[in-house]
């Protein structure tokens, strides 16, 4: 197994918007900073104060909300021109965590502080062993699609 180092430094990331280090609390009113309750964002996710309180606050890790989950989960798209993102393997060119996919097929769980995977309860053919190859997108690869434009 051979992990490739990525450039940046693992965790010396500072906060995008608020410049926390990681491991910090984001400063007032970044946009970086997820609701512990939802997963969304804070400043905007319209959770109440009370919601809010009711859990940890998340503070900022060195990775975008969620990245670390997409890693986890093996979730990665690269951006095709004219076709937007499409999934794609992790050690493809240009392949990065697949965010949109994470809020399609993830949910926040706020006891846990992260997201994860939906329980699928519905009539879905093969939930187990699919392996993220190349399969004949020929009849639902629009569900992939599902991603909102700005
Ligand atoms: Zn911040
Ligand atoms: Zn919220």
């Known amino acids: 197994m051979t992990n490739e180092v990525p450039s940046k430094p693992m965790n010396m990331e500072l906060c995008h918007d608020c410049g926390a280090k990681p491991g910090e609390f984001h400063?007032?009113?970044?946009?970086?900073?997820?609701c512990?309750?939802?997963?969304?964002?804070?400043?905007?996710c319209?959770?109440?104060?009370?919601?809010?309180?009711?859990?940890?606050r998340q503070p900022w890790t060195g990775e975008w909300p969620g990245v670390l989950e997409c890693q986890e989960f093996g979730w990665y798209a690269k951006l095709i021109k004219?076709?937007?993102?499409?999934?794609?393997?992790?050690?493809?060119?240009?392949?990065?965590?697949?965010?949109?996919?994470?809020?399609?097929?993830?949910e926040w769980n706020a006891k846990l502080g992260r997201f994860v995977i939906k329980k699928i309860n519905e009539?879905?053919?093969?939930?187990?062993?699919?392996?993220?190859?190349?399969?004949?997108?020929?009849?639902?690869?629009?569900?992939?699609?599902?991603?909102?434009?700005?």
């Open 27 to 34: 400063h007032d009113g970044c946009d970086t900073e997820r």
């Open 36 to 44: 512990p309750a939802c997963g969304g964002q804070l400043l905007s």
């Open 46 to 56: 319209g959770c109440s104060d009370a919601e809010i309180n009711e859990y940890p």
């Open 82 to 106: 004219g076709q937007g993102w499409v999934p794609c393997d992790k050690n493809d060119e240009g392949a990065s965590e697949n965010l949109n996919r994470l809020y399609s097929d993830a």
């Open 123 to 150: 009539n879905t053919p093969d939930r187990t062993g699919s392996k993220p190859r190349k399969t004949a997108d020929k009849t639902k690869s629009a569900t992939y699609c599902r991603v909102s434009q700005g």
